[in-house]
């Protein structure tokens, strides 16, 4: 089942988490831009309330939560209620595809990359950002989850785990990138993208549906 009750429930809420903290917001944004082609027509797969897509110029989004939807469409965001493991695109839709936390809600991450591989084009581009389970950030969620009106359904994983489920379903990476080296109540200032993985909270990988390639 769409784990999206919080989201109906508290869509201000939500929003408020942005503007609280914008330096951590803008930090992740930038580090999911280089990554983002500007050309051809783009999805975001559990899009919310289009915090992402917006910026990033992605025209397409889906979600469960119509609430999120509405959020979404007032930012100009072509809006499609759906669930990430069935989307209701045609196959080889989508130039590129764009999943800001959305692994961490779905009930499972296999049929969602699956679903994704099938609305790409041969060769089109898939970006994760993600939060990874084993940074201090990501152990401190897990530590309060029962705590968190967002979180506490949801399920986190490693860059490990991330990277196998995507060639398992077929995906080749491209490259990996992550910010956020430091705990979110003291990240006051935008952090730079750096190269790789293992070392921030926020990891971002961007891979290639390698169909027909």
């Given at each position: 089942m769409?784990?999206v009750?919080?989201?109906e429930?508290h ?8 503007e ?6 803008v ?6 831009r280089p ?9 975001e797969?559990?899009v919310g ?8 110029g992605?025209q397409?989004?889906?979600d ?21 493991e ?5 196959a080889?839709?989508?130039d ?5 936390t959305?692994?961490c ?9 699956a ?6 084009k041969?060769g ?27 979180y506490?359904e ?16 077929g995906?080749?990476?491209d490259?990996?990138g ?10 006051r ?6 190269p ?11 891979a290639?549906?390698?169909n027909?390639?």
């Amino acid at each position: 089942m769409p784990r999206v009750a919080p989201f109906e429930a508290h869509s201000p809420r939500y929003e408020a988490w942005f503007e609280r903290h914008e330096a951590a917001y803008v930090s992740e944004l930038l580090a999911l831009r280089p990554f983002v082609p500007w050309e051809g027509r783009g999805i975001e797969i559990g899009v919310g309330s289009g915090r992402f897509a917006a910026p990033l110029g992605i025209q397409v989004g889906v979600d469960p939560s119509p609430a999120m939807l509405v959020h979404a469409a007032a930012r100009g965001i072509g809006v499609v209620e759906g669930t990430a493991e069935n989307l209701p695109f045609e196959a080889n839709s989508f130039d590129h595809a764009l999943l800001v936390t959305t692994i961490c809600f779905v009930d499972s991450p296999a049929q969602m990359l699956a679903e994704a591989k099938r609305v790409l084009k041969p060769g089109g581009r898939l970006v994760i950002g993600f939060i990874d389970s084993e940074s201090a950030l990501g152990q401190d969620y897990l530590t309060h989850q029962a705590e968190s009106v967002f979180y506490r359904e949801a399920t986190f994983y490693s860059a490990g785990e991330v990277e196998r489920l995507l060639l398992e379903t077929g995906f080749s990476i491209d490259a990996w990138g992550q910010t956020l080296a430091h705990p979110l109540p003291e990240t006051r200032e935008i952090e730079p993208l750096r190269p790789g993985r293992g070392q921030c909270a926020f990891v971002v990988v961007a891979a290639r549906n390698t169909n027909g390639k």
